[in-house]
């Protein structure tokens, strides 16, 4: 009797183990982060419109300070109100990402041949990686909600 209560404890006691040796186990979904953009010249006009869209992927770079961007996908969305430049990007499990740059490089978006630096920022809210800023070159855009959300980048095309 005495060696099956001993038996016991020494089985619990492994078990016990066992379990706080366990990692925590990491969500098995990437975390998304997702950001309209639309490029406007003088005038109003929507430079997507003229884009190449072959060029696009090549042209825009995406890089993150504090993390590792696992996939991108750069596509543009047409609206009844013009044409989106559509950035999808995740991370690896359980790594949210607070801050993913881009570069820039297209004559057609931006009108010359230098790099424009966009910065955007993000909070992780209720398992959703929300924006809160985007900056070009430096300096903050607002968001506009209609007819999606998106941020407008002017330039002086």
């Known amino acids: 009797m005495y060696n099956f209560k001993l038996s016991g404890l020494i089985v619990g006691l492994v078990f016990i183990t066992a379990i706080s040796s366990c990692k925590k186990i990491v969500d098995s979904f990437p975390p998304r982060y997702s950001f309209n953009l639309m490029f406007t010249g003088q005038g109003g006009s929507n430079l997507l ?15 993150s300070i504090d993390g590792e961007i696992v996939t991108s996908a750069i596509s543009v969305l047409e609206s009844g109100n013009g ?75």
């Open 83 to 157: 044409k989106y430049l559509q950035v999808d990007l995740s991370s690896r499990p359980g790594l949210n990402l607070s801050r993913i740059d881009c570069s820039i490089k297209n004559r057609e978006l931006m009108g010359d041949d230098e790099v424009h630096i966009i910065n955007t920022y993000w909070r992780l809210e209720k398992n959703n990686n929300t924006i809160i800023d985007l900056k070009f070159n430096g300096k903050s855009c607002d968001q506009i909600k209609e007819p999606i959300a998106h941020y407008r980048l002017i330039n002086s095309l």
């Open 49 to 63: 419109d003229s884009a190449r869209q072959g060029t696009l992927e090549k042209d825009i770079v995406i890089s």
